[in-house]
């Protein structure tokens, strides 16, 4: 079956329940998830930075899919600290960006309707350690 025949009738099937409706981002493939409880009008379940140091980043994915979720090494090809990393000096210093291998994971959520939450995780001893974040306006360009 086509995948994505396969999507859409898990998304009518979700729907048809009334208790998710899938929304669409920037007409990307990404995803903000929204309960209803009984009508449209009930609170929506965007992602906040208190819950990220209380449960595993991969266990967050699953119970919120983020917006977009890269990897990168700090400091090389698509790792380098733009006007949107720039948090990361914070608790990185160039000559500690420079020396070693910095594994950073990148995720972003929505966090409002307005704004979006974006957490950088390091690796340390096979976990993902969340060492900065960034909540930002959706419109905004970097």
């Known amino acids: 079956m086509n995948k994505n025949v396969f999507i859409i009738l898990f998304v009518l099937l979700l729907a048809s329940c009334n208790k998710i409706e899938v929304i669409g981002e920037n007409n990307q493939d990404n995803h903000i998830i929204e309960l209803n409880r009984s009508d449209r009008d009930t ?70 309707d307005e704004e979006n939450l974006t957490v950088w995780f390091e690796e340390k001893d096979h976990k993902w350690i969340p060492v900065e974040h960034l909540i930002w306006d959706k419109n905004a360009e970097f």
């Open 43 to 112: 609170m929506k379940k965007f992602m906040k930075f208190n819950q990220i140091e209380q449960i595993p980043v991969d266990s967050l994915i699953k119970k919120y899919p983020p917006l977009w979720d890269k990897t990168f090494i700090l400091g090389k090809k698509d790792g380098f600290i733009t006007e949107f990393r720039v948090g990361l000096f914070k608790q990185f210093t160039q000559k500690e960006i420079r020396s070693r291998d910095i594994k950073i994971r990148e995720v972003t959520w929505a966090s409002s």
